[in-house]
């Protein structure tokens, strides 16, 4: 069987292997790069939900959120004694009871999609098993990244989470 290239000039089927060389070489260039940035923007999310959650925890464990939070008397010395109200930003933070029911959330406002809905499968197993680091929740619409903690009073758990919106975006 003869090649429909063999009939072309020596220029010619060099400048094709040059085109198509060029083209993968854009393609593999194109999906590393995003590979990277996709790598470099979950980094930094992850370190914005660990700055979060460090601040949060301790203050959910002593106050609640909203007055949501039942059943757990803070002590007095306990400073702030005040439930967190309201995160303005595209990080949400949720507060779930022991019989996995959500007892509060505040945040997430930037965001189109609810986090509330893909909470309901996280148990006490799960947030142990993943020893407070974070891990993406897979949603139709755009995936969440979270970070999950067991309230040392066994009132339940405190997620973190924020949305790949913005990644996805970019």
Request: glycine share 8%; hydrophobic share 40%.
């Amino acid at each position: 069987m003869i090649s429909p290239f063999s009939n072309w000039r020596l220029l010619n089927r060099l400048t094709l292997g040059g085109v198509l060389l060029s083209a993968m070489g854009f393609l593999a260039s194109d999906v590393a790069a995003q590979t990277l940035m996709r790598t470099y923007l979950t980094q930094q999310m992850d370190s914005e939900l660990l700055s979060v959650a460090g601040g949060s925890f301790p203050r959910v464990e002593r106050a609640g959120i909203a007055r949501e939070a039942r059943g757990y008397q803070s002590n007095e010395d306990d400073a702030p004694t005040v439930p967190l109200q309201s995160v303005p930003s595209s990080i949400s933070l949720t507060l779930i009871g022991p019989a996995g029911i959500i007892l509060g959330q505040i945040g997430g406002d930037l965001n189109s999609t609810e986090i509330t809905s893909y909470l309901q499968s996280i148990t006490p197993e799960q947030v142990i098993q993943r020893a407070n680091q974070p891990f993406t929740i897979e949603a139709p619409q755009s995936d969440f990244r979270v970070i999950a903690q067991r309230l040392p009073t066994g009132l339940g758990i405190v997620v973190v989470a924020q949305s790949f919106e913005d990644i996805d975006r970019t």
